[in-house]
């Protein structure tokens, strides 16, 4: 029997489908929603004809030249640069925090040198060993630029202090001194023309596989498959036997405007007492395209309750007991390997997602050549 079950039709699936169907399984993908794309979901605005990201920006940057070339298969990138701003106190300033942002904030004309310097004499130094996201951020930027563009933001978007969130969270405090306000330091940066929907679309664009929409993959169903590679919440998996797995979640409120609303794709806003933590304006996404009209959505971040759709994993202590006992009990399915995003209860980039995806077909591929079994998770969910 070469057939797969595949739970999702999201970049992880939708990878692992085209991969195996190309090696002559047959596939079946089921997704419970109404499209394709997960997360990922790009659509045109019937009022604007802009094309939104319906879950919240997308900007596909990655430096693995193989997934990078992989995606090319399936549309034409556009250059892009992802080039965001952020709003404190009544200021717009750059980030990541570079040199522009430095000297604006402090009302220098330091030089990369002098502003090196002047940072290591804003940040507390008697802070040996951050534990906190706090400690963190007042160790390598110093208390004003602490308060001003990340204590705000990520109390709104985490719901607690950042006091209370690990180091981890902030893994590096990306301060540049030069003039570069490129959000990211990848080498290959762009956005598809046609979309990310698209994209998976024609992944999924092949006479060995059968989507399913608005389809739920009950676990009964999985003895009629060779195997299953499951993109869904390993919680759900195992009917929330040991609690649900604590995530947040994203509200959108959509405005439609006229003319250019904000002249950038993304704004920060980092003071607490506004409730959105950012607005996009997702023309700016597509700036090869011109729109006479604009949408922009304000985003709120809250608590991810049952019925939500689930964003960022949280992570903190409660949640990785959880996940063990969850990855305990999944060492004892047979024929099944969870993936992706809720699979595995990780934070990921689009890039690291496909990089998975294919690294798992080919595991797959081997084994089953090999007669080996393949393994429950491919990559470690507390790794």
Known sequence: MKKIGIVGAGFSGAVIARELAQA??????????????????TERDAETGVMVHAYGPHIFHTSNEKVWNYVRQFDEFMPFTNRVKAITKGRVFSLPVNLLTINQFFGKTFSPREAEAFMTTIGDSS???????????????????YEAFFKGYTTK???????????????????????????YASTFQGMPRNGYTAIVERMLDH??????????FERSMAGEYQHVFYSGPVD??????????????????????QGDYQGNPVLNYCDED??????SEHKHFSPWESHENTVIFKEYSRYCEENDTPYYPIRLAREKTQLKRYI??????????????LGTYRY????????????VAERFLAARKAEQPMPVFVVNPLG
């Open 24 to 41: 002559g399984y047959q596939c079946e993908v089921f997704d419970a929603r109404p499209h394709v794309a997960g997360n990922c979901h």
């Open 157 to 183: 978007q985490w719901g607690m202090h950042p006091s209370e969130l690990p180091a981890s969270i902030l893994k590096r405090l990306p301060v540049r001194f030069n003039y570069d306000d490129n959000y």
């Open 207 to 216: 006479p060995n596989v059968e989507v399913h929409l608005n389809a739920r």
């Open 348 to 359: 990921l980039d689009m890039h690291v997602t496909i990089g998975e995806a294919l690294d």
């Open 328 to 341: 305990e009990l999944a060492s004892d399915e047979k024929n099944l390997t969870f993936v992706g995003r």
């Open 236 to 257: 759900a998996w195992f009917d929330h036997s040991e609690g649900r797995l604590g995530y947040r979640t994203l509200d959108f409120a959509a405005e439609r405007h």
């Open 274 to 279: 506004v409730p959105w933590t950012r607005i």
């Open 127 to 145: 802070i040996a060993d951050p534990q906190t996201f706090e400690e963190q951020a007042l160790k390598f930027v110093g208390r004003e630029l």
